[in-house]
Antibody, heavy 119, light 108 residues
Framework: QVQLQESGPGLVKPSETLSLTCTVSGGSTSRSNYYWGWIRQPPGKGLEWIGSIYYSGITYYNPSLKSRVTISIDTSKKQFSLKLTSVTAADTAVYYC???????????WGQGTLVTVSS | SSELTQDPAVSVALGQTVRITCQGDSLRDYYASWYQQKPGQAPVLVIFGKNNRPSRIPDRFSGSSSGNTASLTITGAQAEDEADYYCNSRDSSGNLVVFGGGTKLTVL
């Protein structure tokens, strides 16, 4: 059974960088079948795809966030990471990591972590 | 704004059948996936592709598509099916993954 767990600060100051890591257990991030993605959900609102990374390191980003987002992968540690720069209050959300069959189909999700942007 | 449109809320009597729809031009070219989300929990994939279910999802969940509309059907809705349901797919360019705004399903 694949499990994913997000980790990182729950509070980030405006204009700073949000950094999260997703650790995968019960599976490998180096398998060629899968992508690894980040999706967020502002409190009380819907889901927004942030971006995805293929096991080889090829990245796909939401154009609306592309200038601020970096997703990377460390297959030796079974981890992938999200960095979002120059955050504002609008970036306050629950951030989920997910294993993806394609960038559209997320078959396993982490429990999510709330990141609040506030001074 | 989302390029996939869902009804904000739908209700169904216990044991009856309900269809939740998702509309968007890109659905003429791409399949939708469907996710169930209960309060305080992560989304769960229930349908993907033409009409595929992960093994852990009951067979009362099914998917279909016609023109610019994708549908999730629950045949014999149960109390535990009460949740928010989100569709997702690609946008018309194929480069962006988009989600619908979600449908809150109430089981009466």
């Amino acid at each position: 059974q694949v499990q994913l767990q997000e980790s990182g600060p729950g509070l980030v100051k405006p204009s700073e960088t949000l950094s999260l890591t997703c650790t995968v257990s019960g599976g490998s991030t180096s398998r060629s079948n899968y992508y690894w993605g980040w999706i967020r959900q502002p409190p009380g609102k819907g889901l927004e795809w942030i971006g995805s990374i293929y096991y080889s390191g090829i990245t796909y980003y939401n154009p609306s966030l592309k200038s601020r987002v970096t997703i990377s992968i460390d297959t030796s540690k079974k981890q992938f990471s999200l960095k979002l720069t120059s955050v504002t209050a609008a970036d306050t959300a629950v951030y989920y990591c997910a294993r993806q069959v394609t960038t559209v189909i997320s078959d396993y999700w982490g429990q999510g972590t709330l990141v609040t942007v506030s001074s | 704004s989302s390029e996939l449109t869902q009804d904000p809320a739908v209700s169904v009597a216990l044991g009856q059948t309900v269809r939740i729809t998702c509309q968007g031009d890109s659905l003429r070219d791409y399949y939708a996936s469907w996710y169930q989300q209960k309060p305080g929990q992560a989304p769960v994939l229930v349908i993907f592709g033409k009409n595929n279910r992960p093994s852990r999802i009951p067979d009362r969940f099914s998917g279909s598509s016609s023109g610019n509309t994708a549908s999730l059907t629950i045949t014999g809705a149960q109390a535990e099916d009460e949740a928010d349901y989100y569709c997702n797919s690609r946008d018309s360019s194929g480069n962006l993954v988009v989600f619908g705004g979600g449908t809150k399903l109430t089981v009466l």
